[in-house]
């Protein structure tokens, strides 16, 4: 009967390979240290600079090609490389904040694709507060001024904190010169064209353990003296 006899066949299954997502890991959050010593090649506005904050770490499941792109809220800022680099487009400055906030968090997506498939995370950079040396508001650095007169100049300086200032004088003739209260200096005696013509001194600023030195040189404008007035009078005899 049927139930006594078996048969069988053999059957193929074809798994069909399938496109798969790439996948992106690693950290969605970085920190970068404000860019204080020039490192970034450029200023603080977008499009001036660059500096490498990551790489971005992603999987594709068929061995496929990825390409990266950058979008979002404050993708102005970012840039990435076909090895998927990501730097910024700007040397970080925290005094001067470019994301959309203002607050120093810079947010944008990172996408990545196989060409058919893609992927995106959100990332978050927070730039970091780094603490910088104190700024000699004072032009060139030589100074002119007419001879007999002992005013010279106020010094203007700043912080980017707002830490207090400590302002000095030193160098080859910084015993020629005071240094008042209200930083203004002054001559201690008046110069004289004909006996000297040059000063140089050095500034100093200390803000919080950082300092800053710039040299400076006073150059005398000769004026014309007094001319004594001869009157002649001739008369005969």
Known sequence: SDDSETTSKDI??????VNEIPVITGNSE???????????????EYGDGSCE?????????DNDNLAYSISGTDKNGFQVNSAGKVSTTFGPNYENA??????????????????LLSTSKD???NVINTDEPPVLNWGSETVYVNENQTSIKKIEASDPENDD??????GEDANLINLGSDDTLTFKNAPDYELKKLYSFNINLVANGLTDSRPITIEVANIREDLI???????NG
């Open 165 to 170: 200032i400590s302002i000095s004088i030193d």
């Open 229 to 235: 007035d001869w009157t002649y009078k001739i008369t």
């Open 12 to 17: 193929t299954i074809l798994v069909t390979n």
């Open 123 to 125: 990332i978050k950079v």
């Open 30 to 44: 970085f920190n970068i240290d404000e860019d204080i010593s020039g490192l970034c090649s450029g200023g603080d």
């Open 98 to 115: 470019l994301d959309v906030d203002a607050n120093n968090i810079y947010e944008f997506t990172i996408n990545v694709s196989d060409g």
């Open 53 to 61: 904050v990551f790489y971005i770490t992603a999987l594709d499941p």
